[in-house]
């Protein structure tokens, strides 16, 4: 399918992300009348790092293809903005704990979400690139319980002119997640064994509701990263996702398991028990329907996030009087997720 690049063809809908010089809008293609995420990059104030990530997003994107892995429809400048059409996706799960499950998921939720994101991190891996910001922020899904990769712009190659670059420098990455060997900032470098580090974390964050340290401050996340033994799982977690986390947290990157390693693992985990993997995608289409009906009541307490934002990137005055406006807001808005609980009960029935 071929996607319209100018932003008239498209209607934007509300903010559903924002940070920096970028936000994220709920959007609609008006050609094909599919509902999209836009991510409208201010170009004017962006730093030269800022552009250069986001530079690195397209590029990743672009040149990886896989079920899992974010991708996007379309790239277009416009008079002051970069505008970035993505499929729309639910939340992330850092979102649907944060709201849903501030506890923690269940050990078959998680590893149905493990799986698909190792499955795309072995492919990653395979085109010769490192991703640098693993967590669950950063992990998606959609309304089909589709798992999804996302956040590219810290991503880095290890190839250089067709030749492989043995070790990446850069200090780049989010504290609590972030690699021993990382934060070391020494001349050995790190490679694509960080990213196995920041997976275990990122297990262990699912299972408790936080990464380790998460309430400390970042330096005294890094310092504990350097000085404290790995952590570790729930004691009830099974034999085989111990495994799996223990492979993932060697101090020493060289111990640490692979990602194709990591994937058989899980596949052994989920081979144990047949019921494990549609336990945690039954689990997994709960919590996002909590998560959805969430979003609406939240929504519907606080219009105003809707109004402002339709006044600060509307092109034309809105027909709708001023005085209805803000119903007119809420009841759109809750027609839309209302029929979108009714799907994920219907799903997951």
């Not at 416009?78 to 649907?96: A, F, N, R």
């Not at 780049?172 to 990382?182: I, N, Y």
């Not at 509307?314 to 809750?334: D, F, I, K, S």
């Amino acid at each position: 399918m071929n996607w319209p690049q100018d932003e008239d063809k498209y209607e934007l809908i509300e903010i559903i992300g924002s940070g920096g010089s970028a936000s994220v809008w709920k959007a609609k293609c008006l050609e094909n009348d599919q509902f999209v995420a836009i991510k409208v990059i201010d170009l004017e104030h962006g730093n030269s790092s800022f552009i250069d990530e986001i530079r690195q997003e397209i590029h990743t994107m672009t040149m990886t293809r896989h079920p899992n892995l974010v991708k996007f429809y379309a790239v277009f400048p416009t008079e002051k903005y970069l505008w970035i059409v993505m499929p729309l996706l639910e939340g992330s799960i850092h979102d649907i704990m944060h709201a849903v499950s501030p506890e923690g998921l269940k050990e078959e939720t998680v590893g149905y979400i493990l799986l698909e994101v190792v499955e795309a991190l072995v492919y990653f891996h395979s085109t010769g690139r490192i991703h640098r910001d693993i967590k669950a922020g950063n992990i998606l899904v959609d309304t089909n319980l589709c798992v999804y990769l996302a956040d590219f712009g810290v991503s880095a190659s290890m190839l250089d002119a067709g030749s492989r670059i043995n070790k990446r420098q850069t200090f780049v990455g989010t504290p609590c997640w972030m690699a021993p060997e990382v934060v070391e900032q020494n001349n050995k470098g790190y490679d694509q064994k960080a990213d196995v580090w920041s997976l275990g974390i990122t297990a262990l964050e699912m299972m408790y509701g936080a990464a380790p340290h998460s309430d400390l401050p970042a330096m005294k996340v890094l310092i504990k990263t350097l000085q404290r033994d790995p952590p570790g799982p729930p004691p009830e977690t099974s034999s085989k996702m111990k495994s799996f986390i223990h492979g993932c947290l060697k101090r020493s990157p060289q111990e640490r398991l692979s990602m194709k390693e990591l994937f058989g693992i899980l596949q052994a985990w989920a081979a144990a028990k047949k019921s494990r993997i549609p336990n945690g995608k039954q689990q997994l289409g709960a919590l996002l329907g909590q998560y959805v009906e969430y979003k609406l009541t939240a929504s519907l307490r606080s219009p105003s996030a809707s109004i402002i934002s339709a006044l600060v990137m509307a092109r034309e005055p809105p027909v709708v009087p001023a005085v209805l406006a803000p119903l007119a807001a809420c009841l759109t808005m809750y027609l839309e997720l209302a029929g979108g609980c009714q799907s994920l009960r219907n799903s997951c029935s």
